[in-house]
């Protein structure tokens, strides 16, 4: 058969496979289909199809079919993050800077920390940290990857749950918001080629010059154009920032960040925001789950992610309490910030491929970061509801609690 040939086969498991689960199987309280779709990866990659099938895996996924995926998912996920950019507000986290900032910080510091101590149990082996990979950047990758908040998919468990549009729902999305700066902010840190740091340095301050004629670029702009410069511009800051030695998704979520979402129809954003998930993330996660792997002996994968949920997870629950009693919340209110912002979802998995990428971590963390990426995940909406029933049954006290 032929590439095209086979690359439509891969497609088609692709794109029916996952979905068939989640329609009939009715899991979507548990698993939202694009958990499900990060699931359907990793069993089609080598670690579960491969090693069951190899004929049939090496057969669909040829090293043609596999770059073509590659490409196609690495400008899904570049349209994402992008979004992922656009979406933050930061004006409205300084209009509540002190709760922000208090939150944002103890939601972000203390599983970072833990997660730190997490990298340094599995330092102290053999077959996590990546060939080109130096211990601070394995430690610190870690911890980031156990502090992040999966702002986009956050956006569609809230909406699941019709929290987006209430005040708590924008209280959280302003802390997360906060954390998603500070951790591609650590991501760039981390990838600093201390050899190329000029040219690093020097797409920085071009980035930083370009930006201002760019926005007043858009501001004169139609809105059906705007969204036209925003993908090419999107393409320029990737190409940029992959150029001077920085992953490419660094300059996308650059790309969007600089960019306001009020320049864009809200209900327009959602509905691409929704396109690009139905279209083209499917494929993205098939090719992380092309990377997934066991090798590291045994079932210490499962422990290191095993590790990494509990690490991950707890510090989330630990923040939000701290940040409850500083600020006086409500009663419940800590539970449910804590555990809607410990969710990962994609923005853990985007992080821990560009670590994979550059060699910081090896294929067996990438699998353990990626099955904590699923359940923290798959966690969310089964201890939120209940929890979110009972504070506000009777009383719409929750719901109009502003900052």
């Known amino acids: 058969m032929s590439t095209t040939e086979i690359f439509l086969i891969a497609m088609l498991v692709i794109f029916t496979v996952p979905y068939l689960v989640w329609r009939y199987a009715n899991i979507d309280y548990f698993a939202p289909l694009v958990i499900v779709q990060i699931i359907g990866g990793v069993l089609l990659g080598p670690g579960v199809l491969g090693a069951v099938f190899p004929d049939y895996y090496h057969f ?127 991501l760039a840190i981390i990838l600093l080629d201390w050899e190329r740091v000029g040219r690093q340095l020097g797409f920085l301050l071009v980035f930083a010059l370009v930006t201002i004629p760019f926005r007043k670029g858009m501001l004169k702009a139609q809105e059906k154009d705007r969204w036209y410069f925003a993908l090419v511009w999107l393409i320029l800051c990737a190409l940029g920032a992959d150029w001077s030695g920085l992953h490419f998704m660094v300059g996308a979520f650059l790309a969007g960040v600089v960019m306001d979402a009020s320049w864009f129809d809200q209900e327009k954003m959602d509905q691409f925001r929704h396109h690009i998930l139905l279209a083209v993330m499917p494929v993205f996660f098939l090719s992380t789950g092309l990377k997934t792997n066991w090798g590291v002996g045994g079932y210490a994968v499962f422990y ?100």
């Open 304 to 403: 290191a992610a095993g590790l990494l949920v509990l690490v991950s997870v707890g510090g989330k629950l630990l923040a939000a309490r701290a940040a409850g009693r500083i600020l006086g919340w409500r009663a419940g209110e800590a539970s449910i910030i804590g555990w809607l912002l410990q969710s990962k979802g994609l923005i853990e998995i985007v992080f821990a491929n560009i670590l994979l990428d550059k060699q910081i971590i090896t294929n067996d963390t990438f699998t353990a970061l990626l099955l904590m990426a699923v359940a923290s995940t798959m966690l969310t909406v089964p201890m939120v509801a209940p929890k979110l029933a009972a504070n506000v049954a009777g009383s719409d006290e929750l719901k109009q609690a502003g900052a």
């Open 60 to 186: 669909v996924f040829t090293q043609p079919v596999v770059q073509s995926l590659n490409g196609l998912a690495s400008w899904g996920v570049m349209i994402f993050v992008m979004i992922a950019g656009i979406e933050l507000d930061l004006k409205l986290a300084w209009n509540f800077r002190r709760e922000s900032l208090v939150t944002a910080g103890l939601s972000l510091g203390v599983p970072l920390a833990l997660g730190c101590l997490a990298a340094v149990v599995l330092l102290g082996q053999q077959g996590w940290i990546g060939a080109k990979g130096m211990n601070w950047q394995f430690v610190l990758g870690i911890g980031m990857a156990c502090a992040v908040t999966a702002l986009p998919v956050l956006v569609l468990l809230l909406e699941k749950m019709e929290m987006l549009r209430l005040p708590i729902g924008q209280r959280i999305l302003r802390y997360a918001s906060l954390d998603d700066i500070a951790i591609w902010g650590v």
